[in-house]
């Protein structure tokens, strides 16, 4: 066995794992303030990508400028979701509210489809693609990139918790009710969760816009972020991070072993069986909170 070329296989799914979590994040900031799943990140992510560009290509600024201004725009759209479409099934079944947010993706992939059409395009974020040697072990700029971005919303992310307004999250996750008792604006609260998993779409679809293009494939990454959501604890910033390594070394590791016995593809495959195995075993994650309920 070469041990170099399994360390550069581990190494280097470390950093997609990483990268995966920028989906998983989305996908908590959402669940934590309203307990259902948003199966619109990754539509989100596609949206967010494809303003940047606008900005960039078609008014001409520097990505410098139109990343942070995309991400304005993104946290505007977030709450416009959630005031327009969200708010008004307030009270309804889970379940609609998750189909709701399945048309929102369909709807997002149809729209961007129609104004910038289907073909790729590169984000072109300057970062070298010459190769980056540890020793015998090589790795990918771009993803080194991306993990120190991940990393650095996963403590933003943290440091916000604690604040006063964090707190106020946390407490209308735990209880809607309990909140609207002492008045705290639970509506407010669920709109922010949008806009701020809105802008963490905008790192997301930078980051993964630089590695495969920006196209209609950019929404299809949000199975590998619910994986690593679901994995995690779908109430757990620490756990999208914690199981995005996991899943990015399980999925690079076992891909290279089991390629060659199945022709190839079982990348998908691995991510599959995390999510159906975690669902089996351990539904509410590695780092989610299993709540008891009484009847």
Same mark, same amino acid.
């Given at each position: 066995?070469?041990?170099?070329?399994?360390?550069?296989?581990?190494?280097?799914?470390?950093?997609?794992?990483?990268?995966? @979590?920028?989906?998983?994040?989305?996908?908590?900031?959402?669940?934590?303030? @309203?307990?259902?799943?948003?199966?619109?990140?990754?539509?989100?992510?596609?949206? #967010?990508?494809?303003?940047?560009?606008?900005? !960039?290509r078609d008014?001409?600024?520097?990505?410098?400028?139109?990343?942070?201004?995309?991400?304005?725009?993104?946290?505007?759209? #977030?709450?416009?979701?959630?005031?327009?479409?969200?708010?008004?099934?307030?009270?309804?079944?889970?379940?609609?509210?998750?189909?709701? %947010?399945?048309?929102?993706?369909?709807?997002?992939?149809?729209? %961007?489809?129609?104004?910038?059409?289907? %073909?790729s395009?590169?984000?072109?974020?300057?970062?070298?693609?010459?190769?980056?040697?540890?020793?015998?072990?090589?790795? @990918?700029?771009?993803?080194?990139?991306? !993990?120190?971005? !991940?990393?650095?919303?996963?403590?933003?992310f943290?440091?916000?918790?604690?604040?006063r307004t964090?707190?106020?999250?946390?407490?209308?996750?735990?209880?809607?009710?309990?909140?609207?008792?002492? =008045?705290?604006?639970?509506?407010?609260?669920?709109?922010?969760?949008? !806009?701020l998993? @809105?802008?963490?779409?905008?790192?997301?679809?930078?980051?993964?816009?630089?590695?495969?293009g920006?196209?209609?494939a950019?929404?299809?990454?949000l199975?590998?972020?619910?994986?690593?959501?679901?994995?995690?604890?779908?109430?757990?910033?620490? =756990?999208?991070?914690?199981?995005g390594?996991?899943?990015?070394?399980?999925?690079?590791?076992?891909?290279?072993?089991?390629?060659?016995l199945?022709?190839g =593809?079982?990348?998908?495959?691995?991510?599959?069986?995390v999510?159906?195995? %975690?669902?089996?075993?351990?539904?509410?994650?590695?780092?989610?909170?299993?709540?008891?309920?009484?009847?």
């Open positions: 066995m070469d041990w170099v070329f399994l360390s550069e296989l581990a190494i280097n799914g470390v950093l997609t794992g990483l990268l995966y @979590s920028l989906f998983a994040i989305g996908l908590v900031l959402i669940y934590k303030a @309203s307990s259902v799943p948003n199966l619109a990140q990754g539509g989100l992510t596609m949206v #967010g990508a494809y303003v940047v560009l606008a900005l !960039a008014v001409g600024l520097p990505l410098w400028l139109a990343i942070p201004l995309a991400a304005v725009v993104m946290f505007g759209l #977030g709450f416009g979701i959630e005031r327009v479409a969200l708010r008004r099934l307030a009270g309804r079944p889970v379940v609609m509210i998750l189909m709701l %947010t399945l048309g929102l993706d369909i709807f997002l992939r149809g729209t %961007t489809l129609a104004i910038w059409g289907g %073909t395009r590169s984000m072109e974020l300057g970062v070298s693609y010459d190769p980056l040697f540890l020793g015998d072990i090589f790795i @990918s700029r771009i993803h080194l990139v991306g !993990a120190g971005v !991940a990393l650095a919303l996963f403590v933003a943290m440091l916000f918790f604690r604040t964090g707190i106020k999250l946390r407490a209308i996750a735990d209880d809607y009710m309990a909140s609207w008792s002492v =008045g705290i604006s639970v509506e407010r609260g669920v709109g922010l969760s949008w !806009a998993a @809105s802008v963490v779409a905008v790192a997301a679809g930078v980051i993964w816009g630089e590695i495969q920006v196209d209609q950019l929404s299809l990454l199975l590998k972020g619910l994986t690593v959501a679901v994995l995690g604890g779908l109430d757990s910033i620490l =756990g999208a991070v914690i199981a390594i996991i899943l990015g070394v399980v999925e690079n590791v076992g891909a290279d072993f089991l390629d060659p199945v022709g =593809g079982s990348r998908e495959l691995i991510v599959a069986a999510l159906i195995l %975690t669902v089996m075993i351990r539904p509410h994650g590695l780092f989610g909170r299993h709540d008891i309920e009484r009847v």
